[in-house]
């Protein structure tokens, strides 16, 4: 039996949330915060960070802004589902579609740590590792949850000759952000949809494009 557009996408979307979460909360029981993995080099580590911001660990500012930002997140998600099961019904390409899904995977992944993240787990401290279903409560209340971040890419990593201009003798790291899977799925999703799709939004109406 063939699965029909919207099957493919939710099987698309429910698969790689669960490696995002899998991977999430094996980092979250197994290695403590600022703990570091080798996995070609230097080049490329597992390094275990938590933020309360936005992708790739910026800020949204003190306890008010994090609120904000959850909600935010949980009201863009519900967007962006009304809006997929709109293309899926105007019959929009398939390129699309994923593209557009990537970026729900991101948001929703990011979201449950928010939302679940501070009830299920023990705070992460530079010497313990967090355990699951503490006996004396998570480390935050519903909604407040930490973003767990792991993939690391200090490609450049030297420090600089003492004749360089203003930074010269200072440590030089290339790319310094840490992000997760789910920041990777809004990244691809957003620079695909930028260089693929763009005649496909341009258009008057989807089936322009189709």
Known sequence: MQLSKGKKITILIVAILLIDQIVKIWIKTHMTLGESIPVFGNWFQIYFIENNGMAFGMQFGGTMGKLVLSLFRIA??????????????????????????LILVGAIGNIFDSLFYGLLFSESTFTEVATTLPAGG?????????????????????????????????????????????????????????????KFFTSTSPSASA
């Not at 863009?76 to 899904?101: H, Q, R």
């Open 138 to 198: 998570g480390y935050a209340p519903f909604l407040f949850g930490r973003v767990v971040d792991m993939l690391y890419f200090p490609i450049i990593d030297t420090t600089l000759p003492d004749w360089f201009p203003v930074w010269g003798g200072e440590k030089f790291v290339f790319f310094r952000p840490i992000f997760n899977i789910a920041d990777s799925c809004i990244t691809i999703g957003v620079i695909y949809m930028m260089l693929f799709e763009r």
């Open 76 to 101: 863009l998600a519900g967007f962006i589902v009304y809006y997929i099961n709109k293309l899926i019904k105007s019959g929009a390409p398939a390129g699309v579609l994923v593209g557009v899904s």
